[in-house]
């Protein structure tokens, strides 16, 4: 791993392998820099939840999207996403936004409000405009507000109606 401080540890049932590779084509089909680094297989000595995972099937499988490390482990049945952690996609065109929104929900996955959203996996995902941030810390703060407002009444973000808010 080129970079691999504090890597996030993601937990599946079984697909960390679908959901690397996932994410990894997601990302660079947007055009930014991800790749599966590398792979970990069940030996013969497996704890007791994992007793039944086949000798040679994947343990974890070490990836990274925009030089930010992640570990997907197959850990079993026992945890679940949810929306108290998520992971910000930062774009600088609706284009941008408009590729990960609709690539992070396919197959299954859910919008939610404000640029939020699941993928098929359950993990919560944020699809943002590198702007809004700015509008966010803007001193102007009549501005900052308009743009929370309209940001407020979106599911998937609108950059243009979110710049044409923030300008008023």
């Not at 089909?29 to 991800?34: D, F, M, W």
């Not at 069940?42 to 994947?58: C, L, M, N």
């Not at 197959?74 to 990960?100: R, Y």
């Not at 900052?144 to 407002?149: N, T, V």
Request: proline share 5%; aromatic share 10%; with cysteine.
């Amino acid at each position: 791993m080129a970079n691999d401080n504090l890597p996030a540890c993601l937990w599946y049932d079984g697909q960390a392998e679908e959901a690397a590779n996932f994410y990894v084509a997601t990302f660079t089909a947007g055009g930014r820099q991800a790749a599966i680094t590398d792979e970990l297989r069940w030996g013969e000595v497996r704890p007791e939840p994992h007793k039944d995972a086949a000798v040679g099937s994947i343990l974890t499988v070490s990836f990274e999207l925009e030089e930010r490390p992640f570990v997907a482990l197959n850990g079993g049945p026992h945890f679940k996403f949810t929306p108290a952690v998520s992971f910000m996609v930062l774009c600088t065109t609706q284009k941008e936004i408009d590729h990960f929104w609709t690539a992070l929900q396919a197959d299954g996955g859910q919008p939610s409000q404000c640029g939020w959203l699941n993928d098929r996996f359950g993990l919560s995902w944020q699809v943002c405009p590198r702007q809004l941030l700015d509008m966010h810390k803007s001193p102007d703060r009549a501005a900052a507000d308009r743009a929370m407002k309209a940001m407020m009444g979106m599911v998937k973000l609108d950059l243009a109606a979110l710049e044409k808010a923030f300008k008023g």
